[in-house]
């Protein structure tokens, strides 16, 4: 699934129109992988491909920028985190890997998107693949 799905998937254009009540009524929003996807469209931003047709998949290097190193939920556990996408989106930029320059992103104080999955345990990954 992606972001752009929202032509073909009635479940993506029901996440676009939910999300910017969710943002505007500064409730915390957090959106993983898709979800970050999700999040960038409702904002305005572009989710696409990249432009080398990289897809990443399995653990990457995750490095905070430095607004992501101020009071941000990306600490040193994250640094080496499980993804699986082909898409990235551009907002206020709070980490990047090698071939995505965005792998976190922050709007306002209340709404982060993590490309990555923060939430996935060892044991998640070895049933995943």
């Known amino acids: ?19 910017p009540k969710v943002v ?5 929003f957090l959106g ?3 979800g970050a996807q ?3 469209r409702t904002l305005g931003g572009k989710v696409r491909p990249h432009p080398e047709g990289r897809v990443e998949i399995g653990y990457t290097k995750v490095e905070p920028t430095t607004a992501g190193r101020r ?3 990306i600490d040193a ?10 898409d990235s989106r551009v907002l206020e930029l709070l980490a990047r890997s090698e071939h995505y320059p ?7 104080e209340s709404a982060f998107g993590f490309q990555f999955h923060p939430e996935v345990t060892y044991e998640m990954k070895e049933i995943w693949t």
Not at 24 to 28: K, L, M, N, T
Request: proline share 6%.
């Open 71 to 73: 009071g941000s939920p």
């Open 32 to 34: 993983l992988c898709l």
């Open 77 to 86: 556990r994250l640094r080496m985190a499980p993804r699986g996408h082909g």
């Open 38 to 40: 999700l999040l960038t």
């Open 102 to 108: 965005v792998q976190a992103f922050r709007f306002g």
């Open 1 to 19: 699934m992606s972001a752009n799905d929202c032509g073909t998937l009635d479940c993506i254009r029901n996440e676009l129109d939910w999300i």
């Open 24 to 28: 505007e009524a500064r409730v915390p």
